[in-house]
């Protein structure tokens, strides 16, 4: 049995072979074991567990490049991480063994042979030591709790770890629920007790001697640990007191990493991190979201965020950027285990992060990821909903707070109340207002309508003068030549719409909602509760991590003063939990690749000609007729949508600032470039590149052809030709154009209109 003053004293043959390091470090910082870990020093970094699902591990070191650090075929999927010194020890997913490895050679186990085909359950790394608890984190029930220990150490004269057997430890008839280990010595929570004991030549140092609290979770520094009180959630520390100098008093919290001389902890309440210790780092951790795991290394502390499981890194103080830039990669927000979650945690539900092919975020099926649940939100926010057995609570901005449920939260004052009271009678009676002065005026209009005569070669056109919002600009000042295109049509002002009012209309974002994806995340069809069929468009987390809150209002700014009938235009938008999703007009028709080289209906040669037209027009509408002009960037067949009548609209347009005029009218040149490349897509109905073709790329076969004169060789001949082929041949001609090596020899969108306007006249002259 365990002493009763908490430690276990030195034995007589030293437990640990305390070697000297060869580099100096002047702090030191360790954890418990969890998805995400550091390791510490001069050659220290980062690993987390991935949430693709295998419990693969991604890491990055200093240099911020993960390119630097060694591919990880060689290193098992982990179940959970643990850093020390220049090293990282892991539970590997398949079989509960420890595997441990450094940044200089990846492909050797650093564990010794004694311990190395031994199941563990946990495992925690010191600063030269390890110390591993026997049982398999497959297990809902712990069989062993017991605890192996062994050292590693710098050999002198060599850069890389070595191990040494070390023998037996006093702790070997205690079983535990979690271990850390520092500078040496480990700690644990006896599974019995929840008491703490500690064992090593260092253990006395901490003054661990009379606690009789319980404590669930643990975090060691160099020469202190600090747990969290079963009761309480508070945190408390022993041991060298400027390595956390003082912990926080009246907060609770769920999670512990340490750091060099620093602790950082997860708030039970909102999943905010606090930070304290001589670096005193609090004043640099992000306040826009709560996180779900963290690790601390010598001065930087990483966290997988809670609202999109993407990696976020922050430094030891204001001033100090952080050492470590993580990749843009989701990772798993916990370990995995068999054990049913107990009251207060939930089941982390993988479909929040729209992966289909992602159920799951372990290696096996069975296994379940526990968290601690939020009872409450960060500043500025409030809990729309409650925490269940499968999902947290959802913290909705306080901004949209509308009733009393969130005053409280929000602190919303009496005097706001009664005036937001006020607001809302006033608006339900300007929207009745509005609703039946609208519909008087619609009367108006129908009955007694006012037509204008405008005579444009003989012919009139006729449009009613009723007009809500901002006017569409026409496709075409000339129509008569064409077919038949829509009038002048009208759309409302740009919508704010809820979260949860898109997740209702994509079924919650599920897959066979899903229209299409692409770098920036997802295009989901939705139905709004009027009807209306739209197209919601999700970013995915690198998009929102590039694109702050500035950048995309600005973003909305011009989106909401892009409006034409060849444009796939904006409806709304939603910024909501972190999220950022556009709304647009729904396309039915899909897109130009889809019929050239997809398994939708071949198009016509007709509609063909119509579409290059129409898309030209849209194009040109941005460089010339938006301010400040729009560069497409981006112009291929699958970003050439089409409507309900057959129309094309140009979509995914991106909004990047130019610093020159110089910039942008290159940009232009690119834009026409790639609308070469669109028309040959047209006219042969080949792939843009095409690997079973020879040569793959489409410019290279088409070009020589044109020039050659030749240019009947590439016009698709799976579709019937037409009576005449001549405005195929200029229409090849006008890509030949668009395609010169020589940027200045290519026409403007603004020319390709015009032209295209000829030979569109012409074909339907001729057919």
């Not at 990282?88 to 311990?115: E, H, M, Y």
């Not at 017991?146 to 430890?169: A, I, K, M, P, R």
């Not at 620093?262 to 039970?268: A, K, M, P, S």
């Not at 974002?509 to 069929?533: C, H, I, M, N, T």
Request: glycine share 8%.
């Amino acid at each position: 049995m365990p002493p009763k003053n908490g430690y276990f004293p030195p034995p007589i043959s030293s437990f640990f072979i305390l070697l000297p390091s060869l580099l100096f470090v002047t702090a030191f910082g360790y954890g418990s074991s969890g998805p995400i870990a550091a390791a510490f020093g001069e050659n220290g970094f980062f690993c987390a567990i991935d949430a693709g699902g295998d419990q693969e591990i991604i890491c990055w070191d200093k240099t911020n490049k993960t390119s630097s650090v060694p591919s990880f075929d060689v290193v098992p999927s982990m179940a959970s991480l643990s850093g020390g010194e220049g090293f990282l020890c892991g539970i590997t997913a398949n079989n509960s063994q420890a595997f441990c490895w450094d940044s200089l050679d990846f492909g050797i186990n650093l564990v010794p042979k004694a311990f190395r085909y031994n199941s563990y359950s946990q495992i925690a790394a010191g600063k030269t030591h390890v110390c591993a608890i026997k049982g398999s984190y497959f297990s809902s029930t712990d069989d062993f709790g017991f605890v192996d220990c062994w050292e590693l150490h710098q050999t002198l004269g060599e850069s890389n770890l070595t191990v040494s057997f070390v023998g037996d430890h006093y702790a070997n008839n205690v079983s535990f629920n979690n271990i850390v280990s520092g500078d040496g010595f480990s700690c644990g929570v006896a599974k019995e007790s929840g008491l703490i004991y500690c064992w090593g030549p260092k253990s006395g140092n901490l003054g661990i001697f009379n606690t009789s609290s319980e404590f669930e979770v643990l975090a060691s520094g160099k020469s202190s640990i600090c747990g969290i009180s079963k009761m309480s959630g508070e945190v408390e520390c022993w041991g060298d007191s400027s390595e956390f100098d003082p912990p926080p008093h009246g907060t609770r919290f769920v999670s512990l990493s340490a750091g060099g001389q620093h602790f950082c902890g997860i708030r039970d309440y909102d999943h905010g991190v606090e930070c304290w210790g001589r670096n005193n780092n609090v004043s640099s951790v992000p306040k826009a979201s709560g996180f779900l795991a963290i690790a601390s290394s010598d001065s930087t502390t990483c966290g997988v965020r809670e609202v999109d499981l993407v990696l976020d890194c922050w430094g030891a103080n204001k001033q100090s950027l952080p050492d470590y830039s993580p990749p843009l990669q989701l990772c798993s927000p916990g370990v995995c285990a068999s054990r049913s979650c107990a009251n207060g945690k939930f089941a982390f539900n993988a479909s929040i992060l729209n992966e289909p092919e992602l159920t799951t975020l372990c290696a096996q099926n069975e296994l379940k990821i526990c968290l601690p649940c939020g009872t409450n939100c960060s500043e500025g926010y409030f809990p729309s909903s409650t925490c269940s057995a499968n999902a947290d609570r959802i913290c909705t901005p306080c901004s949209l707070c509308q009733n009393s449920s969130c005053w409280d939260v929000c602190g919303v004052s009496s005097e706001s109340r009664q005036q937001q009271q006020l607001e809302i009678k006033k608006l339900v009676v300007i929207i009745g207002s509005s609703v039946l002065s609208c519909l008087l005026i619609l009367v108006a209009c129908c009955i007694f309508p006012r037509i204008f005569k405008v005579k444009s070669e003989g012919k009139r056109r006729i449009q009613c003068c009723f007009c809500i919002g901002k006017p569409v600009a026409e496709a075409d000042p000339d129509p008569n030549p064409l077919p038949p295109l829509s009038l002048t049509a009208y759309v409302g002002e740009t919508q704010v719409y809820r979260l949860s009012e898109l997740k209702d209309a994509t079924h919650g974002f599920k897959e066979f909602s899903e229209l299409g994806r692409g770098s920036f995340g997802f295009v989901y069809k939705a139905v709004l509760p009027d009807g209306r069929q739209v197209a919601v468009k999700r970013a995915n987390a690198a998009t929102i991590i590039h694109t702050n809150s500035r950048d995309f209002e600005a973003e909305l700014e011009i989106l909401c003063n892009v409006k034409h009938t060849n444009i796939v235009n904006l409806i709304g938008y939603c910024a909501e939990m972190g999220e950022r999703l556009l709304v647009y007009e729904y396309m039915p028709h899909g897109t130009l690749h889809d019929h050239l080289h997809g398994d939708l209906s071949p198009l016509g040669w007709d509609l063909r000609l119509k579409i290059a037209f129409q898309a030209a027009r849209g194009l040109e509408y941005l460089h010339n007729e938006v301010t400040p002009s729009i560069v497409h960037r981006d112009l291929k067949t699958s970003n050439i949508l089409l409507d309900s009548e057959w129309s094309a609209r140009i979509a995914d347009f991106r909004i990047v600032s130019a610093t020159t005029d110089t910039d942008v009218s290159g940009d232009m040149e690119d834009d026409v470039y790639n609308f070469g490349i669109v028309l040959l897509e047209i006219l042969s109905g080949r792939k843009a590149y095409d690997r079973d073709c020879t040569p793959p790329g489409i410019v290279e076969w088409a070009l020589p052809l044109i020039r050659k004169g030749k240019a009947a060789a590439i016009i698709d001949r799976n579709v019937a030709l037409p009576r005449n082929v001549e405005p195929l041949l200029k229409l090849a001609d006008l890509a030949e154009l668009s395609l010169r090596e020589n940027s200045s020899e290519r026409p403007s969108m603004n020319n390709l209109v015009t032209l295209l306007d000829q030979i569109v006249k012409c074909e339907l002259i001729l057919s």
